[in-house]
């Protein structure tokens, strides 16, 4: 059996959260950087990966694959390591639940646009856009909410350790933990303070941090 190999740029939420659960197995793989900047992404190379011309694809001995769902789920089922699905129907269901939150509700209010507003175009000399930051707050809030209730008194949102919703969610809420509204946000939810800082402290989440300069 080959390693597998995951493509696409390491800033991205998405990669990242495969990278997450591949490490989190303690499965050795390739990763082929993709300059999506440089348009690399819509070459006729990796649109024989991903005709729509996204991030993650992904291939383990000829089987290609894309969407960062089934990516994940294949390589916790795929793979040797630690168990990152529950098995238990409703942590399972659970689990779904709260990656559809993030991919649905988080990613579209703590991604863009406040990290984008806050984080990537000040980097390109640009003023942030504080009307758009502000129309976002409420559904990022909701968001974050529903984390925290999903959480509980539990230490992770599905389950006894960390999962693919966690992994899920950990690319999205590090970027938003580097923006100003964060520490807002957080002071109404501290349980899931709490989860990041054990989130934050797994080897995984320091090794796939991106550089981002």
Avoid at 34 to 57: N, Q, S, T, Y
Avoid at 69 to 79: H, N, S
Avoid at 144 to 172: K, N, T
Wanted: charged share 25%; aromatic share 10%; with cysteine.
């Amino acid at each position: 059996m080959t390693d597998p190999i995951l493509y696409g740029p390491a800033y991205s939420t998405y990669v990242r959260s495969c990278r997450l659960a591949l490490e989190e197995k303690g499965q050795v793989y390739d990763f082929v950087e993709i300059d999506m900047f440089g348009g690399a992404h819509k070459e006729p190379d990796f649109l024989a990966r991903h005709p729509f011309g996204k991030v993650p694809a992904f291939e383990h001995d000829g089987f290609p694959l894309y969407e960062t769902g089934a990516i994940l789920r294949y390589v916790d089922e795929v793979f040797a390591g630690p168990r990152l699905q529950p098995e238990d129907a409703h942590a399972r269901a659970r689990m779904n639940q709260a990656i559809s939150i993030a991919d649905n509700y988080a990613y579209t209010s703590l991604i863009f646009p406040i990290v984008i507003e806050r984080l990537v175009e000040p980097s390109s000399d640009n003023t942030p856009d504080e009307a758009a930051i502000a129309d976002a707050l409420p559904q990022a809030r909701t968001a974050l909410a529903a984390f925290a209730s999903l959480l509980g008194d539990r230490d992770f949102l599905a389950g006894e350790a960390p999962g693919l919703a966690d992994l899920h969610l950990v690319p999205i809420y590090d970027y938003f933990a580097q923006t100003p509204e964060c520490e807002t946000l957080l002071a109404e939810v501290p349980t899931l303070r709490r989860w990041w800082e054990r989130m934050s402290a797994r080897p995984s989440v320091a090794k796939t941090r991106p550089d981002t300069g």
